[in-house]
């Protein structure tokens, strides 16, 4: 990684409260179904993943506090050279949820990445409102 810094910054807003979104994203064995792009492959560890990417494999972790919806991504080549990549989900006056994350990336970034993460937020999107639906169902059943 170079010295110089790209920051991006992403959003989505979801129609689930924030608690789901938040245990939804926090869900390691998730990552698979909503990284279309960039997670391969999938292998969990106590305290993480490694992750397969096209580049090769990476370590990736969460960390988080359920009470202010901050959830810290770690990735690197190794557990001790991961960097933090900061995310928020913050819950809206209407009962949907923010999920918002700001990339660091080095000076080179990827061509496409803007519409990968596009992709990857919407994929997360799409999943939790399926589970909140499935949930709902579930609880008129009952």
């Known amino acids: 990684m170079s010295d110089r810094l790209n920051i991006r910054s992403y959003h989505v807003v979801v ?5 789901i979104v938040f245990e939804f994203v926090n869900d390691l ?35 988080g506090d359920p ?5 810290d991504w770690w990735s690197g080549p190794t557990k001790e050279s991961a ?29 496409g990445v803007d519409q990968w993460f596009a992709d990857e937020l919407g994929m997360i999107k799409r999943l939790v409102e399926e589970q909140a639906v499935v949930a709902w169902d579930r609880s008129d059943a009952a």
């Open 15 to 19: 129609d689930a409260p924030a608690d």
């Open 67 to 71: 009470d202010t919806g901050v959830l």
């Open 83 to 111: 960097q933090r990549w900061p995310t928020r989900v913050t819950a809206l006056p209407d009962g949907r949820a923010l999920y918002q994350l700001t990339a660091l990336l080095d000076d080179a970034v990827p061509p």
């Open 29 to 63: 064995e998730n990552l698979p179904r909503w990284s279309i792009h960039w997670c391969k492959g999938i292998r969990l560890l106590d305290e993480g993943a490694m992750v397969t990417t096209a580049q090769g494999e990476v370590f990736f972790s969460v960390t």
